[in-house]
């Protein structure tokens, strides 16, 4: 039997980033960033006003009260970025928007509440100091600084400062295409009237809202037949499309669960019983030919089983070639508050509810009856935000004792 580390350390050896593209700004938001961004020049390139007024010589104004204000010709009125700087000579002020460069001369900006905003002529009732309302040069990013560091996840504020910068492309990992395959004759689709006997379909949903939760794009497909001409042409249709492709069932011993039977051929897969609870039945390998050689993962088909193998073997391995560095979710130590008997030899992984902080601590209990654990299912694992972790040498959980903790959610 295959401990749960070999596997996982399996898959993520044979997977390697999806290879980098360069992507327009709107493609890029979730991916990973592969190489740095370097600014070019300074942002902005010149010193521009921080609000609207006028731009002065701060010596000019200095003088300024409300009783006595300084009176200063208006020579021009800059009001787009788009025009070239003006140059401010000595007793001479420029009404400007905010955002414009800045005059050539000029070191402050007077706002217009402290003015009588003229045109022609402008009455200046407070003094300024230099630099006084201006954002200088070089104030959002230098030339020569790495602004967004290769191996960062793009959102909304990257890709903000990535347009600032005057970039339309970035060269990123793109966001990994996964096919997720739920096999077996007794599946049925939900909201669907079927006749005879089945279980409606739970896997291909849940697992494409997990992997588009990593940021990777889900492409569920419905369920498909045992029959094994049926399933090697839906699997083999799907790898033009896929970077990863998931299958949920068909793995067990009986003669009508045909995966195995079909995957044998079609490329490298090796299956295995790996030391896990819940769901023991699991493969890993390739399918595919030549330019098409695409990865494949077999889970198990009980939704519980598929759902913590996938956050076990696969997030990891989806965040891996995504081009992520931090592939796990955090964990942290709790006490038990209950006591219950895990399987011997298996690492088991319990729906769990888990309390407390990192200052006083963490509780956790199982979510099902810890008399009845082995009997877990779905609607507890909905109801749990962690996962406890029993290692395999251990068979028996007590009360109080350090039980490692993955965590679902916040």
Request: with cysteine; charged share 20%.
């Amino acid at each position: 039997m295959l401990s749960v580390q070999a596997h996982l350390a399996e898959i993520l050896a044979g997977l390697s980033p999806v290879p980098p593209l360069d992507v327009v700004l709107g493609d890029a938001a979730g991916c990973i960033l592969a190489e740095d961004v370097r600014v070019d020049v300074d942002v902005p390139a010149h010193a521009t006003a921080a609000h609207d007024g006028y731009a002065v010589r701060a010596d000019d104004v200095h003088p300024a009260t409300d009783a006595a204000p300084v009176t200063l010709p208006v020579v021009a009125d800059l009001w787009s970025a788009a025009e070239a700087p003006e140059r401010l000579v000595t007793g001479q002020s420029v009404r400007i928007s905010s955002g414009v460069a800045l005059p050539v001369g000029a070191d402050a900006v007077v706002p217009l509440d402290h003015t009588d905003r003229g045109t022609a002529q402008v009455r200046v009732r407070r003094s300024v100091g230099v630099g006084s309302g201006v954002r200088r040069a070089g104030a959002d990013a230098r030339a020569g600084q790495v602004v967004l560091a290769a191996g960062l996840r793009l959102g909304a504020r990257q890709i903000s400062l990535a347009a600032a910068l005057g970039r339309s492309h970035l060269r990123v990992h793109p966001r990994p295409r996964v096919v997720i395959v739920p096999v077996g004759d007794e599946l049925r689709v939900p909201g669907r009237r079927s006749a005879g006997a089945g279980v409606f379909e739970a896997n291909a949903q849940a697992l494409a809202i997990a992997v588009e939760d990593t940021g990777a794009v889900a492409i569920p497909v419905a369920p498909v037949s045992d029959d094994r001409a049926h399933l090697r042409e839906v699997l083999a249709d799907q790898l033009v499309r896929a970077d990863l492709v998931l299958t949920t069932g068909g793995l067990s011993e009986g003669s009508h669960d045909t995966l195995k039977d079909v995957l044998g051929p079609l490329g490298t897969v090796r299956f295995d019983h790996v030391a896990l609870a819940p769901g023991r039945g699991h493969g890993f390998g390739t399918i595919g030919e030549d330019d098409s050689v695409v990865p494949i993962v077999a889970l198990p088909g009980h939704p519980v089983a598929a759902l913590v193998a996938y956050e076990v073997f696969v997030r990891p391995a989806l965040l891996e070639i995504a081009g992520h560095t931090d592939l796990f979710r955090p964990s942290v130590v709790a006490y038990a508050d209950a006591e219950w008997n895990s399987p011997a030899g298996l690492r088991e992984f319990v729906p769990a509810h888990l309390t407390g902080s990192p200052d006083e601590g963490y509780r956790v209990v199982p979510v099902a009856d810890p008399r009845a654990i082995d009997q877990m299912s779905l609607s507890s694992l909905a109801a749990a935000n962690a996962l406890a972790v029993v290692p395999e040498g251990e068979s028996f959980v007590r009360l109080g004792s350090r039980v490692h903790c993955l965590v679902l959610e916040g």
